[in-house]
């Protein structure tokens, strides 16, 4: 279950959001063609199949990495639950990201 804010971020967006957070920039984003992202993920796990640890990408994630935007409808969690967000993912990864530097984590 995942529940946030009703906006829909991109990859490269929420990226941006948790560099500012840390801070730090967001990485350099490349747009790969999603066959060449699915293909290079079976091969890795083909051809790290004998290595008993897993691939550095595997289909899983490369159906994570191209599917662009995860939309995300809160309704239901406002109407069933009564429920809010109280603060937008901005919001949320500062503040996570100040106790994560509390905790010495980062």
Do not use: C, H
């Not at 897993?54 to 309704?75: E, F, S, T």
């Amino acid at each position: 279950l995942y529940i946030g804010d009703d906006t829909n971020y991109t990859a490269p967006e929420f990226e941006a959001i948790v560099a500012e957070a840390v801070g730090s920039r967001p990485r350099l984003v490349l747009s790969l063609p999603g066959l060449l992202v699915r293909g290079a993920a079976e091969a890795a796990e083909r051809l790290t199949w004998w290595k008993k640890s897993p691939p550095p990408l595997n289909r899983d994630k490369a159906r994570d990495l191209v599917a662009g935007v995860w939309p995300m409808d809160i309704a239901r969690a406002e109407s069933k639950l009564q429920w809010a967000p109280k603060v937008d993912l901005q919001r949320g990864m500062f503040e996570l990201a100040s106790w994560y530097r509390q905790q010495g984590w980062l």
